[in-house]
């Protein structure tokens, strides 16, 4: 295979609604509640959910445990995300390999970034559309908290991403991701754009694994 490709890909689980009532327990009335608000993806037919998507669910449960305003569409929780999904993956059933794949030859590190930050957290009064923040240790936590000079607070809400993270795979009772060979459909599509941009080493390297890249051919 063309060096233009990386020699695998990973490609993520679906979830239905009750697959992921089992690994969140937020159960499905409560799912389609969230849904209709916009906390979750609009889904068409029966949904499925992805790991990300299970994460956020998981994240906004601990909110609301805490006392923070959960179903507030305003807060953004992808970098909360995020950092828990690295977590996630590094858990030793989070990945899944096909086609006799050699987990050595494909490591976990060639798809998933380290896990940067530990916690997010909030301090109060909760304000419409907050923003969990994110610390890599107690430490950065304690220097984010010290130097703060906001209004006086109450407290501060502490979510322990990596139990989330580590928490969800092992509740999956299946891998989260899967790694297959050769490219992925998001990897030819970036390439065959790059080709019909006049990129010679994308259109070699769509010829050779049988994929077209010409505009009147498509």
């Given amino acids: 295979m063309s060096t233009y490709f990386l020699p695998s890909h990973v490609w993520e689980t679906s979830f239905t609604a009750s697959e992921a009532c089992r690994v969140t327990d ?13 906390l979750l ?16 669910v998981s994240l906004r449960e601990a909110m609301g445990q805490l006392g923070i305003p959960h179903l507030d569409p ?8 995020v950092a828990a999904q690295a977590w996630a993956a590094t858990h030793p059933g989070s990945l899944g390999y096909l086609d006799g794949l050699e987990p050595e030859l494909h490591p976990r ?9 530990r916690y997010a957290w909030a ?7 907050l923003k969990l923040e994110l610390a890599t240790d107690l ?31 092992e509740k999956a009772g299946e891998p989260l991701w899967y790694v297959s ?18 990129d ?10 049988g994929q077209e890249w010409d505009l009147d051919k498509l």
């Fill in 181 to 198: 060979p050769g490219p992925g459909v998001q990897d030819i599509t970036a390439a065959q754009n790059a080709a019909v941009s006049g």
């Fill in 123 to 129: 301090r109060t009064p909760w304000h419409e559309g």
């Fill in 200 to 209: 010679k080493a994308a259109q070699k390297a769509l010829e050779a694994i």
């Fill in 74 to 81: 305003l807060i953004c929780l992808d970098d909360a995300v």
């Fill in 41 to 56: 993806p609009k889904a068409e037919g029966w949904a499925r959910l992805s790991p990300q998507d299970l994460l956020h």
């Fill in 139 to 169: 430490i950065e936590l304690n220097e984010a908290v010290t130097d703060f000079d906001g209004e006086p607070s109450a407290g501060i809400a502490l979510i322990d991403l990596k139990a989330i993270g580590l928490s969800l795979a």
């Fill in 109 to 117: 590190s060639s798809f998933f970034e380290p896990p940067r930050f």
């Fill in 26 to 38: 937020i159960n499905p009335p409560v799912q389609r509640n969230w849904r209709r608000r916009g």
